[in-house]
C-alpha cells in the first residue's frame, strides 16, 4: 500500500465540474448523503440513496457484463468479509499494511500521512528535508508505521485469539478459495476469480467524498496464469480495463496509466499499473492493475499446508499459479463517472446541469411525463409508464412545470423523457426528447418500448468528445 494516489496536476482540463457541484448536486437530487447524518455525521462515510444505489449497481452490473458474462475465462465468487486471522498473517497485512503517520506538535495536533506531504512538497518544487504541519506550520512526530485493518473481535468474550479484522482487500477472499473454485470450475489456466464487496481501512487522511473513504467497495479479479503467461497478460488487463471506462463514456484524455516506481509498490507486488482519473483535485488513482507473481499463493500454501499448485493437464508439470489483479474501486469508478459526465449550459436564458451519463449507467432511463396533469394524459401516461417498467428503470412524474420535470431529470442523468400531450389523446403519438441533443422526435406510442431499447443497446459517445 502507501503508494500516491493523486497526482498533483492541474485540476479536471477546462470542465466547469468542482467537487463542490458534485457533493451538492449528490445531495440535492439524493445520490449520496453523509452517514448518520442525524447525529452530526460521521466523518469520510457515506450513504448511498435510491438514484446512488442505482448508479453504483449499473457501474458493478457493467463491470460484471464486461468480465465475467462477456469472457469465458472469468468465474464469480462472494466470499466472507470476516476471515481467519491468519489469512492476514499470510497475506503479510498484519505485518506491512501500514501508512506512515505523522502528527502536528504544534497547535492543531492534525494527523497526516507523511509520504503525502512529501509528495504535495516535491510537487511544488520546494524542499523535503524538513517537513512541518501544513495546516499551523507546527512540527510534526516522527513518522510511525499505523496498520490500517480494522480490528474486532469474534464471539462474546475479549480474550486472546478472538481478534479478526474487517478485510482491507477482497482479493484474499479469493486466493483462500482458489482451490474450491478450481474444483468447481471446471476451467483450465489461465483462469480467473472476480469478486464485488465491501473492504475497510483505516485510512489516516480519508477525504475528496466519495474518493477515499475508511468502508468502500472494490471489484476486483485476481487472474491466475502459468508464470512466462504473466507479463502478457498483465499487459491484456490494462488495456482491457482502460477500454472499459472509455466504452462507458469516460474520455480518454481524461485517462492515463501510470506505471508505479519501485518505491511505490505493495509489498507483494513485482509490477503495478494505476489507471488514472483527472478527478477535480488532480490526476488520482481510480484502478490498481498489479502483477501479484505467486506471493499470495505461495504463502496461503505455506501458512495452511494446503496444496495450492496448478497441474497442467497437457503438460503435467506442477507450477504455483501468478496472478495479475486489475482492482478497481466501484464508489471511485461511481465518482469519475459522475465527474466526467457532469456538464453545465443554458439554454434559453435558463441554466441546465446535467449528468450526460452512459445510458447503461444512468439510474432512470426514461421518464414518462404527462404534459398537463388533466384531460386523460396521467392515464395515458402511466400506462406507457407501466410498459416500460419491466423493461428498464422508468419513472412516472406528473409533479410541477414541465420545465423543472426536465431539469431534474437532466440532474439524475436521465438519457429519454417522453412527453404525453393533448396530440397524443388524438392521434396517439408522443414526444421522445433526447437529454444531450435536446432533440425532440415524434413517435408513435406503441413503438417507444421497442426505440429506448434499441437506443440502449447502440454504442454510445460521450457527447462531451464532439
Ligand atoms: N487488492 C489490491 C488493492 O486493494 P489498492 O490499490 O489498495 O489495491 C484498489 O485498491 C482500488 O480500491 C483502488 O484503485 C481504489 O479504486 C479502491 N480503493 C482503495 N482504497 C480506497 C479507499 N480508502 N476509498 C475508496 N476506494 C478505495
Same mark, same amino acid.
Given at each position: 500500500?502507501?503508494?500516491?494516489?493523486?497526482?498533483? $496536476?492541474?485540476?479536471?482540463?477546462?470542465?466547469?465540474?468542482?467537487?463542490?457541484?458534485?457533493?451538492?448536486l449528490?445531495?440535492?437530487?439524493?445520490?449520496?448523503?453523509?452517514?448518520?447524518?442525524?447525529?452530526?455525521?460521521?466523518?469520510?462515510?457515506?450513504?448511498?440513496?435510491?438514484?446512488? /444505489?442505482?448508479?453504483?449497481? $449499473?457501474?458493478?452490473?457493467?463491470?460484471?457484463?464486461?468480465v465475467?458474462?462477456?469472457?469465458?475465462d472469468?468465474?464469480?465468487?462472494?466470499?466472507?468479509?470476516?476471515?481467519?486471522?491468519k489469512?492476514?498473517?499470510?497475506?503479510?497485512?498484519?505485518?506491512?499494511?501500514?501508512?506512515?503517520?505523522?502528527?502536528?506538535?504544534?497547535?492543531?495536533?492534525?494527523?497526516?500521512?507523511?509520504?503525502h506531504?512529501?509528495?504535495?512538497?516535491?510537487?511544488?518544487?520546494?524542499?523535503?528535508?524538513?517537513?512541518?504541519?501544513?495546516?499551523?506550520?507546527?512540527?510534526?512526530?516522527?513518522?510511525?508505521q499505523?496498520?490500517? !485493518?480494522?480490528?474486532? $473481535?469474534? &464471539?462474546?468474550?475479549?480474550?486472546?485469539?478472538?481478534?479478526?479484522?474487517?478485510? %482491507?482487500?477482497?482479493?484474499?477472499?479469493?486466493?483462500?478459495?482458489? #482451490?474450491?473454485?478450481?474444483?468447481?470450475?471446471?476451467?483450465k489456466?489461465? !483462469?480467473?476469480?472476480?469478486q464485488?464487496?465491501?473492504?475497510?481501512?483505516n485510512?489516516?487522511?480519508?477525504?475528496?467524498?466519495?474518493f477515499?473513504?475508511?468502508?468502500f467497495?472494490?471489484?476486483?479479479?485476481e487472474?491466475?496464469?502459468? %508464470?512466462?503467461?504473466?507479463?502478457?497478460?498483465?499487459?491484456?488487463?490494462?488495456?482491457?480495463?482502460?477500454?472499459?471506462?472509455?466504452?462507458?463514456?469516460?474520455?480518454?484524455?481524461?485517462? !492515463? =496509466?501510470?506505471?508505479?516506481?519501485?518505491?511505490?509498490?505493495?509489498?507483494?507486488?513485482?509490477?503495478?499499473?494505476?489507471?488514472?482519473?483527472?478527478?477535480? !483535485?488532480?490526476?488520482?488513482?481510480?484502478?490498481?492493475?498489479?502483477?501479484? &507473481?505467486?506471493?499470495?499463493?505461495?504463502?496461503?500454501?505455506?501458512?495452511?499446508?494446503?496444496? =495450492?499448485?496448478?497441474?497442467d493437464?497437457?503438460t503435467?508439470?506442477?507450477?504455483?499459479?501468478?496472478?495479475?489483479?486489475?482492482?478497481?474501486?466501484?464508489?471511485?469508478?461511481? =465518482?469519475?463517472?459522475?465527474?466526467?459526465?457532469?456538464?453545465?449550459?443554458?439554454?434559453?436564458?435558463?441554466?441546465?446541469?446535467? =449528468?450526460?451519463?452512459?445510458?447503461?449507467?444512468? %439510474?432512470? #432511463?426514461?421518464?414518462?411525463?404527462?404534459?398537463?396533469?388533466?384531460?386523460?394524459q396521467?392515464?395515458?401516461?402511466?400506462?406507457?409508464?407501466?410498459?416500460?417498467?419491466?423493461?428498464?428503470?422508468?419513472?412516472?412524474?406528473?409533479?410541477?412545470?414541465?420545465? #423543472?420535470?426536465?431539469?431534474?431529470?437532466?440532474?439524475?442523468?436521465t438519457p429519454?423523457?417522453?412527453t404525453?400531450?393533448?396530440?397524443?389523446?388524438?392521434?396517439?403519438? /408522443?414526444?421522445?426528447?433526447?437529454?444531450?441533443?435536446?432533440?425532440?422526435?415524434?413517435?408513435?406510442?406503441?413503438?417507444?418500448?421497442?426505440?429506448?431499447?434499441?437506443?440502449?443497446?447502440?454504442?454510445?459517445?460521450?457527447? #462531451?468528445?464532439?
Open positions: 500500500m502507501s503508494s500516491s494516489e493523486t497526482s498533483q $496536476n492541474p485540476a479536471a482540463g477546462g470542465d466547469s465540474v468542482t467537487m463542490d457541484k458534485i457533493v451538492a449528490c445531495k440535492r437530487r439524493g445520490f449520496i448523503f453523509q452517514s448518520s447524518e442525524i447525529y452530526g455525521g460521521l466523518a469520510s462515510t457515506y450513504d448511498y440513496g435510491h438514484y446512488g /444505489v442505482l448508479l453504483k449497481n $449499473n457501474v458493478k452490473a457493467e463491470w460484471r457484463r464486461a465475467v458474462q462477456e469472457r469465458d472469468v468465474v464469480l465468487l462472494d466470499a466472507a468479509i470476516l476471515m481467519h486471522p489469512t492476514w498473517e499470510a497475506s503479510g497485512h498484519l505485518e506491512g499494511f501500514s501508512d506512515p503517520l505523522v502528527q502536528c506538535l504544534g497547535d492543531c495536533k492534525k494527523r497526516f500521512r507523511h509520504d506531504l512529501v509528495e504535495a512538497l516535491e510537487a511544488e518544487g520546494k524542499p523535503t528535508d524538513h517537513v512541518v504541519c501544513p495546516n499551523c506550520g507546527g512540527e510534526l512526530s516522527e513518522p510511525r499505523f496498520n490500517l !485493518m480494522f480490528e474486532t $473481535n469474534m &464471539g462474546p468474550v475479549k480474550e486472546e485469539g478472538s481478534t479478526i479484522y474487517l478485510r %482491507p482487500e477482497t482479493a484474499q477472499g479469493i486466493f483462500v478459495n482458489f #482451490k474450491n473454485v478450481m474444483q468447481f470450475a471446471r476451467k489456466l489461465p !483462469m480467473g476469480i472476480a464485488i464487496g465491501k473492504s475497510f481501512r485510512e489516516i487522511t480519508p477525504g475528496n467524498f466519495i477515499r473513504t475508511r468502508e467497495e472494490q471489484m476486483e479479479i487472474y491466475f496464469c502459468a %508464470p512466462d503467461d504473466a507479463a502478457t497478460k498483465h499487459e491484456e488487463w490494462m488495456a482491457a480495463r482502460m477500454q472499459w471506462y472509455v466504452d462507458l463514456g469516460i474520455r480518454p484524455d481524461h485517462l !492515463m =496509466l501510470r506505471a508505479h516506481g519501485d518505491d511505490e509498490l505493495s509489498h507483494y507486488s513485482s509490477a503495478t499499473s494505476d489507471i488514472e482519473y483527472l478527478f477535480p !483535485m488532480g490526476w488520482s488513482e481510480l484502478e490498481g492493475i498489479a502483477n501479484r &507473481g505467486n506471493f499470495d499463493l505461495t504463502q496461503h500454501a505455506k501458512f495452511s499446508g494446503e496444496k =495450492l499448485e496448478y497441474m493437464p497437457q503435467n508439470e506442477r507450477f504455483m499459479p501468478h496472478v495479475i489483479e486489475p482492482s478497481a474501486g466501484a464508489d471511485r469508478g461511481t =465518482l469519475a463517472f459522475m465527474v466526467d459526465s457532469y456538464d453545465e449550459e443554458e439554454v434559453e436564458g435558463r441554466e441546465r446541469v446535467m =449528468l450526460r451519463l452512459h445510458p447503461r449507467l444512468a %439510474p432512470v #432511463k426514461a421518464a414518462v411525463l404527462p404534459l398537463v396533469n388533466k384531460d386523460g396521467p392515464e395515458k401516461a402511466r400506462a406507457l409508464y407501466e410498459e416500460l417498467r419491466p423493461l428498464m428503470q422508468a419513472e412516472f412524474d406528473t409533479g410541477g412545470s414541465i420545465g #423543472k420535470r426536465y431539469r431534474r431529470q437532466d440532474e439524475i442523468g429519454w423523457g417522453i404525453i400531450d393533448h396530440q397524443t389523446m388524438e392521434d396517439d403519438t /408522443v414526444t421522445l426528447r433526447d437529454r444531450d441533443s435536446l432533440d425532440q422526435s415524434r413517435l408513435p406510442i406503441a413503438e417507444v418500448a421497442g426505440e429506448l431499447a434499441r437506443r440502449l443497446a447502440a454504442p454510445w459517445q460521450s457527447p #462531451k468528445l464532439s
